[in-house]
């Protein structure tokens, strides 16, 4: 596999986490997207369970205190990505109302039927889409919601170039009908979905690494996994202004039966 092609999984934690933290988000979103999805979910109250999986340094979780009012538990596998949503949390004062704490997705430490909603934006690759929706199935309360958005094709072909890096990076990434599918075989009924906007992959995503890549390379200079996690990130914001067109995130939201 050449440099170009690597996956994000490939390059040493330490140095992910690092170029990562930096951000506020650590994949292509928004607050409005966010919002967007929460506009598909009702029956939320104070005494709401809500788990944001996957939660990186929280960009999203405070978007989701922000508009709803119950208990939020995020979680993450950075130790360095939860002390600082933690951290942001106190500023904000509703530490309250968050708890982030270190954790792996496929060994979350909630009761079955415990939560209203599981929230999960840009990290159910981890796990995989299906495996995440069929294992995460038992945490929810008959009634609750699940709202995940995953990397989805637009349509049925596409270039070889984009096609080939995909396939290698997330074999799991299919056309949005087929995760629909997914969602419903899994046990929820699909309420909604949508495809975020352009902004959230430039504006949000890829406009604020640039200022973080060169800080981050002038730190490391000489260092040669450094420089291709750089490399990496700076060939897939090439290959989605060339194909952004045929794919993207796409936010699933579902309702347990």
Partial sequence: MSNENKSI?????????????????????????????????DNLTNESRIADIGCGTGGQTMVLAQHTSGHITAIDLF??????????????????RIKGIVGSMDNLPFRNE?????????????????????????????????????????????????????????PEIDTIPN?????????????????????????????PQVEAQEVFLKKYRGNRTAEELIANQRHEALLYSKYGKYYGYVFYIGKKI
Avoid at 79 to 96: G, H, M
Avoid at 138 to 160: C, H, M, N, Q
Avoid at 189 to 206: G, K, M, Q, R
């Fill in 9 to 41: 999984h490939e390059f040493d934690f330490n140095l992910i986490c690092e170029y990562f933290s930096s951000m506020e988000r650590q994949g292509p979103g928004s607050p409005d997207a966010t919002v967007n999805a929460l506009r598909f979910i």
């Fill in 79 to 96: 130790p360095t990505f939860v002390d600082l949503l933690n951290t942001n949390a106190a500023k904000r004062k509703i530490q309250s």
């Fill in 114 to 170: 415990e939560l209203d909603l599981i929230w999960c934006e840009g990290a159910i690759y981890n796990i995989g889409f299906e495996r995440g929706l069929y294992e995460w199935h038992k945490f929810l309360k008959t009634g609750g919601y699940i709202a995940v958005s995953e990397a989805s094709w637009f349509t049925a072909e596409r270039p070889d170039e984009i096609n080939t890096f995909w396939q290698d990076a997330y």
């Fill in 179 to 207: 995760k629909v599918a997914q969602l419903q075989k899994a046990g929820y009924v699909p309420v909604a979905n949508f495809i975020l906007p352009e902004s959230c992959w430039t504006d949000h995503y890829y406009v």
